[in-house]
Each structure stands twice: as C-alpha cells, then as structure tokens.
C-alpha cells in the first residue's frame, strides 16, 4: 500500500498565486515560513526568480539564464508567513504570478560531513535541503543534511556565470551524467561534474569541473530525497501516443517537473494543480525559459499518479523522461485510511 509518511503536503510544499497590485510590503501568505521560493510570472516574460534563506533575502538566481546571484535588498523578503514583496518587480499591478515554495530549516547551519565544510538547512522529514559551499577545484565531498541519499540535486554557482547543473536518479548514470536545467539540451555524461560518483546518505560529490567545484567560487545546491507519499523522484518511458505513459507516484501531484532526456532542443516543463488545476487544463511553465504559461494541455493529474494526453515531445514522444514530483494529497493516509484524493 502506498501508505504516506506525511499526511499534509502542504506543511513543506505549497503552491500560491497571486495577482500584482503594485502597493508596497505586501506579504504572500503561505502555509509555512518559506525557506525556498520559486516565482515566476504567468502572464507575461519576466525571468524565473529564486531566493532562500541560505543565501539571504534580496539574493536572486534564474533558471533561465547564466547570470551570477545579484541582490534587490528588501524587493523581496522570506517571513515567517511566506514572503513579501515590494511594489515593483514582483508585484506589479495586473501581473500574475506563481510561487512554488519548500520549507527547509531557516538559515541553516555547519555541515561536516564532507571534506567542504558546507552550510546546510535541512528538513529531514521532508527530505529537503539547501546546501552553500565553496569550490575547492579539486575531487571533493559536501554534506547534504537529508539522512538517505537524494534522488535529485540542482547546483549552480552564485559567482559565476555559468549552468544550472542536474543529479538525478533518472538518468543513466546518477554519478557520470548530468543534465541542465537552464537548457533544453539532452542528458550529457562527464565524470567530472559528480566525480563519477552518486550521493550518499550523508554526502554529494564534485568533481573538477568548474560547473560544480570552481576554486573559491560561492556555490548553491538544491538537494531533495524521496519521501513515499509525498515526493517522487524517477523516470519513464514515452509512447507517441494520445493515450500516454501512465506514472504512478502514490499520491495525488500537487506539482510536476519533466524533462525529455534523449532529445536536444526540448525544454523542462512545471505543471501544477493550481493553475487551472483540472484534467486537462493544468498548464505549463518553462523553467529554461522566460515565455509566458502555455496553455497547451499535456496531462491527466490522477489520484495516484499522472498520465500524459499527447505526443508532444516535451512529455511523451518515443523517449525517456524524468520527473520530478511533490503531493497536493497522499493515495492512502499513514494509517492506512483511504484519502479524499481518490
């Protein structure tokens, strides 16, 4: 039985819209201190903008491009009820706006575990941690915080201007393989981004490359763990077909990141049960890409799982896919109680 291990997803994975409407110190109210904010406009061009509390409010990265971190100071800040927003960038008047947020623990702490002393806030229960650290150059380990090794780990350098690189336990070697996230480009094998080595319990590794370990270069990593019942980390195969792949994750998605890992020129695709939010109108968002959401309708989200409607190659062409996937709602509760989802 798919029995979960959290009962509430919405305790540490949320996803808030909002309308802009250009006043000042307006707070976005989530249902938990966010750690981690993900925040796109839906309506118009604007980047992918990402903050956490590691690095600090103000502090911003884009999937979407190359760019080194820059600071905005207080234009946007993570509270203890969600985040706020100043009049300008992030609330403008008519705009909208997704925010998909995690929680972690706060502004972390000193992570020994591996030979980079890293900072490190983590949520164990969730399976969830961001990670600070510097690059060394040289072969090396960083402490993650999670307790069992992650399915899944975004890094990219706050100093440079270079990728967005990918671990994920879908690809055809987790330790040898990577992928971009801020391309559309197929999964690429080079032994020197994780040292030819998959994560642990306890650590990730780095290679020499400068994507992920550029001596004295400031670097960020997103790490995530698979929790049954709430978060599924995996891959799937395409079929070309209107009537598509079926994956089961044993619990209702309540967000959905895919990505086509054969095909150069496809991009990564988010899609969430709040916007529209019913089969089959569950629209997309590009994190590679500043394009406003389409609403070009790829998927049924089900009780258990997701089930792609189309051949489109983004989802479900003759490939394989991975994914990324959190709960809005548990298949069967952790006492075994059958859930509203179904």
């Given at each position: 039985m798919a029995y979960t291990t959290i009962n509430k997803p919405t305790d540490y994975f949320n996803t808030v819209l909002y309308t802009g409407d250009a006043t000042s110190d307006r707070t976005i109210t989530n249902t938990f201190a966010t750690d981690f904010l993900w925040l796109k406009e839906r309506n118009g061009t604007d980047w992918h903008h990402l903050w956490d509390k590691v690095r600090g409010d103000g502090k911003r990265i884009h999937t979407n491009n190359t760019n080194?971190?820059?600071?905005?100071?207080?234009?946007?800040?993570?509270?203890?009820?969600?985040?706020?927003?100043?009049?300008?960038?992030?609330?403008?008047?008519g705009a909208q706006y997704a925010a998909w947020q995690w929680l972690a623990n706060g502004t972390g702490a000193s992570n020994t575990d591996g030979s980079i002393t890293s900072t490190v806030s983590a949520n164990t229960t969730s399976g969830f941690s961001i990670v600070s650290y510097t690059g060394t150059g040289a072969n090396a380990t960083v402490g993650h915080g999670l307790g069992s090794a992650p399915k899944m780990i975004i890094v990219k350098s706050r100093s440079d201007v270079v990728g967005w690189v990918v671990s994920h336990t879908g690809l055809t070697n987790q330790g040898g393989y990577y992928i971009d996230l801020n391309l559309t480009g197929a999964e690429s094998s080079n032994t020197t981004v994780w040292n030819n080595t998959a994560p642990t319990s306890s650590v990730f590794n780095?290679?020499?490359?400068s994507v992920t370990n550029n001596s004295s270069s400031n670097f960020i990593a997103y790490c995530f763990a698979e929790k049954k019942g709430y978060s599924k980390f995996g891959s799937y195969e395409g079929n070309n077909n209107a009537d598509g792949a079926f994956v089961y994750t044993g619990f209702k998605p309540g967000f959905i990141l895919v990505k086509n890992i054969d095909t150069a020129g496809t991009n990564w695709q988010i899609t969430d049960t709040k916007r529209i939010g019913y089969n089959l109108q569950n629209h997309r968002i590009y994190p590679d890409d500043s394009a406003a959401e389409s609403t070009t309708q790829t998927m049924d989200i089900l009780s258990n799982g997701f089930k792609m409607?189309?051949?489109?190659?983004?989802?479900?062409?003759?490939?394989?896919?991975?994914?990324?996937?959190?709960?809005?709602?548990?298949?069967?509760?952790?006492?075994?109680?059958p859930t509203t989802a179904r």
């Amino acid at each position: 039985m798919a029995y979960t291990t959290i009962n509430k997803p919405t305790d540490y994975f949320n996803t808030v819209l909002y309308t802009g409407d250009a006043t000042s110190d307006r707070t976005i109210t989530n249902t938990f201190a966010t750690d981690f904010l993900w925040l796109k406009e839906r309506n118009g061009t604007d980047w992918h903008h990402l903050w956490d509390k590691v690095r600090g409010d103000g502090k911003r990265i884009h999937t979407n491009n190359t760019n080194a971190e820059s600071d905005l100071g207080t234009y946007i800040s993570l509270v203890s009820t969600g985040f706020k927003v100043d009049g300008g960038t992030y609330n403008n008047s008519g705009a909208q706006y997704a925010a998909w947020q995690w929680l972690a623990n706060g502004t972390g702490a000193s992570n020994t575990d591996g030979s980079i002393t890293s900072t490190v806030s983590a949520n164990t229960t969730s399976g969830f941690s961001i990670v600070s650290y510097t690059g060394t150059g040289a072969n090396a380990t960083v402490g993650h915080g999670l307790g069992s090794a992650p399915k899944m780990i975004i890094v990219k350098s706050r100093s440079d201007v270079v990728g967005w690189v990918v671990s994920h336990t879908g690809l055809t070697n987790q330790g040898g393989y990577y992928i971009d996230l801020n391309l559309t480009g197929a999964e690429s094998s080079n032994t020197t981004v994780w040292n030819n080595t998959a994560p642990t319990s306890s650590v990730f590794n780095i290679g020499t490359n400068s994507v992920t370990n550029n001596s004295s270069s400031n670097f960020i990593a997103y790490c995530f763990a698979e929790k049954k019942g709430y978060s599924k980390f995996g891959s799937y195969e395409g079929n070309n077909n209107a009537d598509g792949a079926f994956v089961y994750t044993g619990f209702k998605p309540g967000f959905i990141l895919v990505k086509n890992i054969d095909t150069a020129g496809t991009n990564w695709q988010i899609t969430d049960t709040k916007r529209i939010g019913y089969n089959l109108q569950n629209h997309r968002i590009y994190p590679d890409d500043s394009a406003a959401e389409s609403t070009t309708q790829t998927m049924d989200i089900l009780s258990n799982g997701f089930k792609m409607r189309t051949t489109n190659n983004l989802v479900n062409a003759a490939a394989t896919y991975i994914y990324m996937a959190f709960a809005e709602s548990p298949f069967v509760s952790s006492t075994g109680t059958p859930t509203t989802a179904r």
